[in-house]
């Protein structure tokens, strides 16, 4: 069965810090992967998606990931995050070909003004 | 372009009662999920349908819950009887069943069961 760990629960940054969330998954064979991010009071929305190609991935709002094959992770990274990054931030993973998600436990990110 | 929606938003119960979750999905998606999410943790897929038919309910306890959509549009998901452990957000997501079958998410409904 396929597993997503996420290594932080809680992350608190000051504007203008560089941010990375960890994201490794367990899962044998091809995966899509995925970044959601949930602000406060809104929906869950994609951020970000790997299915092939350049293991470099650039989403919305400045965000980007890179998938590691070799050590099963693709870690979320923002090189200056803003007051508005606030949010609860989730990986989950996708057997190629199934498009079933499986979630992590999210990281609640604080930027602290 | 609406979202997906969900009803209601809360709902408060008490153990040994019933509940009941509408969703309607995005207009032309044929891929319907519910999925759970409990308090502290990402959410866990229920069911998925495909038009009115189901593709995945390996996770859905059929005990208590079960999930329909008859027209292959709006779908409902149940819970009969509800336990404590129930008590989380339920969320309706739907996709296109081609190209990138990216999900997309209703609000959810919270449901606190007492």
């Known amino acids: 069965a396929q597993s997503v760990s996420q290594h932080n629960h809680h992350v608190i940054l000051s504007e203008a810090a560089s941010l990375e969330l960890g994201c490794n998954y367990s899962?044998?064979?091809?995966?899509?992967l995925f970044w959601y991010v949930q602000y406060p009071g809104q929906h869950l929305q994609l951020l970000l998606k790997?299915?092939?190609?350049?293991?470099l991935v650039k989403g919305i709002k400045g965000f980007e990931a890179e998938f590691i094959k070799s050590k099963f992770s693709f870690n979320l990274r923002k090189p200056s995050v803003q007051w508005s990054d606030t949010a609860e931030y989730f990986c989950?993973?996708?057997?190629?070909?199934?498009?079933?998600?499986?979630f992590g436990k999210g990281t609640k990110l604080s930027v602290i003004p | 372009e609406a979202g997906v929606a969900q009803s209601p938003r809360y709902k408060i119960i008490e153990k040994r009662q019933s509940v009941a979750f509408w969703c309607n999905p995005i207009?032309?998606?044929?891929?319907l999920y519910w999925y759970q999410q409990i308090l502290g943790q990402g959410p866990k897929l229920l069911i998925q349908?495909?038009?009115?038919?189901?593709?995945?309910d390996s996770q859905l306890p059929k005990d208590r819950f079960s999930a329909e959509r008859l027209k292959g549009v709006d779908s409902t998901l149940k819970i009969q009887p509800a336990k404590l452990e129930d008590s989380a957000v339920y969320l309706c997501?739907?996709?296109?069943?081609?190209?990138?079958?990216?999900?997309?998410f209703g609000p959810g409904t919270r449901l606190t069961v007492t």
């Open positions: 790997y299915f092939s190609g350049d293991p």
């Open positions: 997501a739907s996709s296109l069943d081609h190209g990138s079958h990216e999900q997309y």
């Open positions: 207009s032309g998606h044929a891929t």
């Open positions: 989950a993973v996708a057997g190629a070909g199934s498009y079933q998600l499986t």
């Open positions: 349908f495909q038009n009115n038919g189901v593709v995945d």
């Open positions: 899962y044998g064979g091809t995966v899509n």
